[in-house]
Structures are given as C-alpha cells and as structure tokens.
C-alpha cells in the first residue's frame, strides 16, 4: 500500500512539473523568447493531505466513480482503503509527542455539510472511526461566506496558522453541500543542525541560465550522500529521542547545473524512486552548500486529476456520491473543486511544513569508509520529507529559485 501510496505522490508530481513546463512556454512565443520565460517557480505539495481528502470523498462513491477514485489515487479496494487509512493515523500520530525532540506532525481532516441534508450513517461512521473527521452541519444556502470562513479558521488552527486562507473568495456558494478538507503540519529540528555563523552569500544558477546570491548553509560535519552519478541524495534526518517514527528530508541534486528535468523523467514509478533513497551512508563531506528555502504553494487540483484519468467526481451528470447522503440529493452531488496549498521553510534548525486540502461537493547507519563527498545545491533541485519506516511522503517539491 506504501508503494502505491509513492506511485500516487510521483503521479501527482509529474502532473505539476509537466504543467510548469507549458506554462514557461507559451503558445506562438519564439524560441528565444522561451529561453527568457523559463518558470523558476518553486513547487511544494503533500500528496499524503489530497489523498486523505479523495480517500474521504471515496468513501461516500458508488459505481465507477468510486473506481475511479481508487485508481488515480492508488487506494486500495473497499474496507482496506478506510482501513489503512486508519492504521496510517495510528502509526504517524499515535505516539504522543513526550520527547520535545521529536517532530512535531499533526494530521486533521474535517467534513462541513449543509446542515438541511443527512450523512448517511455508514459514510458518517467511517470518517470518524478511520479519518478522526467530526462532520460539522453549516448553512452554506443562506451562510456561505461565514461557512467558508469556518472552514479556513480550522486549517488556519490545523497548520498553526501557516495556511490561513484555503478556499478563497467565491469557492463557496449556496449550491456548496459539502467540504471535505484535510490539513497536515509536520515540524522538525535536523538531528545535526547547521550553524548559522557558517551560512553566506552563495551564487545558485536558475533554471534561464542566469545566476542569482542567496543564503548558502554550509557544514562540515558527516552526512548522509549517496552518489548516484547523474545525481546525488542528501539525507537529512530529524531528531526523534525516543521517538518510534524516523522522518528525514531528501534532497534530490542533479550533477548537470540544468538537469533536473532529466531526473524528474527519471524516477518513473516507486521502484525507483526508493532506489534512489536506498543505501545512503554517512560520509564526510568535502563542500557543502544547501540553500536556506521558504515556498509557499496553492493549487486548484481539478484540472491535474483529471489528467490523471479522474474525471467522473467532477461530472455533475455522471458523479455518484450516492454512499454519501440520504434521500435523492446523494445523487447530485459531484465535486466542483479542489484546493490544496501547501507551505515549506527550510533552514539551520530544521523544516516547517503545511498542507491542507478541500474538496469542495456541489448540487539506522552502517560504518562504511569512504571518500568525502561534495554536495552543493547550487541549481534546481527536487526534495522530498518522508517517515522512513514506513516510507509515507508527506512533502514533495523542488527548488528553482531559494531567493522567493
């Protein structure tokens, strides 16, 4: 379920990456002028948070909406969806957090429903027992500004504020029925901090060629590497104490200063992507460089699952919520949205992380000798955070530009 649970975050990713790309190249531009529009946007998503609210929308499908669901976001069939659903919440946020080393993560999903309909009891009991999600009754018909209000007040509160504002202006209406949302925050401190005496202007190269100062932490302790030769890992992992989970960032480094493209093409499925992340010893570094990041990140996800092959939820005549409520309304429901925005900040102490998803329903090391290694981020690269004992991603990303 894991290897599927990677399949869908690569999924996602490539449909971002991809659409990044036609959007640095548009439509009756010259060659040259595309040379000059290339999109250094930097991109960061949880595709842990989309899941979580697809999985909940799936739980209320019938029919071939419901296969759909399960096939673009690679979950599993019937009962084991909700089930490992729930022992995913188990194992990620089951340990109480008693050691103030360990990371900080919290995961909240909530339902907000037009409170003139009714859950159906089954769909109202699996989100509570498997997803923790309260249903909430709101008057979006007469009240949908202060329902949506509600709802970005939670993920505000669910993401420590790092995500205020999830649904914008006009995303509820009194056609809104239901809003399923999702919000995750993960904060860690890196088991081997760097020091901020030691960061300095360093020149990182962008994706156009041209080349831009921005804050270089630097170190000279022991990490983890692993030299792939068309690129290199970086893992960096994050204090635990006594702490069972073990989450570390991976950062993703090209060897060609434009080769990122070459390495998202690259790790086509989960297989190589956890060959990618496999057998990365500790090793002392020669040069390390690691740019200091901030992104922040919103996306409407409609347009990218429906490449991914989903598009019944979104087809009021097709969609089939009918598991969802009782009475004939179940049978015109459909999704008309879904927005995610996810927030990362990468520096000396370690990494702050957010994400939250809606969809909104519309009428250890081994001691290996070996030579030191460079590592210097000084073009684009790819990253991802990731609970290594399970192998659940929560964040995945890449770096154009550290400097916006």
Avoid: C
Avoid at 247 to 275: C, I, K, R, T
Wanted: no cysteine.
């Amino acid at each position: 379920m894991i290897h599927d649970q990677t399949s869908f975050t690569l999924d996602l990713y490539k449909q971002v990456w991809q659409q990044q790309q036609q959007e640095s190249k548009p439509q009756g531009s010259s060659s040259t002028d595309r040379e000059e529009q290339h999109n250094e946007k930097n991109v960061v998503l949880s595709p842990l948070s989309i899941a979580m609210a697809m999985a909940m929308a799936a739980a209320g499908a019938k029919g071939q909406t419901l296969e759909q669901l399960t096939s673009v976001v690679r979950l599993p069939n019937g009962s084991l969806m909700h089930d490992f659903a729930q022992q995913l919440n188990s194992v990620l946020l089951g340990v109480a957090r008693s050691d103030p080393r360990a990371p900080e993560l919290s995961l909240a999903n909530g339902v907000w429903v037009e409170q003139s309909l009714k859950l159906r009891g089954e769909y109202k009991e699996i989100i509570e027992k498997n997803y923790g999600a309260s249903a909430r009754p709101v008057d979006f018909k007469n009240k949908a500004q202060e329902s949506r209000g509600l709802v970005n007040s939670w993920v505000a509160e669910a993401t420590k504020k790092k995500i205020e504002e999830l649904l914008p202006e006009g995303s509820v209406d009194p056609q809104t029925r239901l809003i399923l949302a999702s919000a995750i925050y993960f904060k860690g401190a890196w088991q081997k901090q760097l020091d901020p005496s030691q960061t300095r202007d360093g020149i990182f190269h962008l994706p156009s060629g041209k080349t831009k100062e921005v804050l270089m932490m630097r170190s000279s302790k022991k990490h983890f590497i692993k030299n792939h030769g068309s690129f290199k890992v970086l893992r960096l992992p994050y204090q635990r104490g006594d702490d069972p989970r073990s989450f570390s960032m991976y950062v993703l480094l090209p060897a060609e200063l434009q080769g990122l493209p070459a390495l998202v093409s690259s790790l086509h499925d989960a297989e190589s992507m956890g060959n990618a992340l496999a057998g990365i010893h500790e090793v002392e570094v020669g040069d390390f460089q690691l740019p200091k990041f901030k992104i922040s990140l919103g996306v409407q996800a409609p347009e990218l699952l429906k490449r991914m092959g989903l598009d019944l939820a979104f087809s009021p005549p097709h969609a089939d919520f009918s598991g969802m409520v009782e009475g004939s309304p179940g049978d015109d429901l459909f999704i008309s949205d879904v927005f995610h925005k996810a927030f990362v900040e990468v520096n000396e102490e370690g990494t702050e992380a957010a994400a939250a998803s809606a969809a909104v329903v519309t009428l250890r090391a081994l001691n290996v000798q070996m030579e030191p290694e460079d590592f210097v981020a000084d073009h684009p690269f790819m990253f991802l955070v990731r609970e290594d004992a399970t192998g659940v991603v929560l964040f995945v990303g890449h770096v154009n530009d550290p400097s916006v």
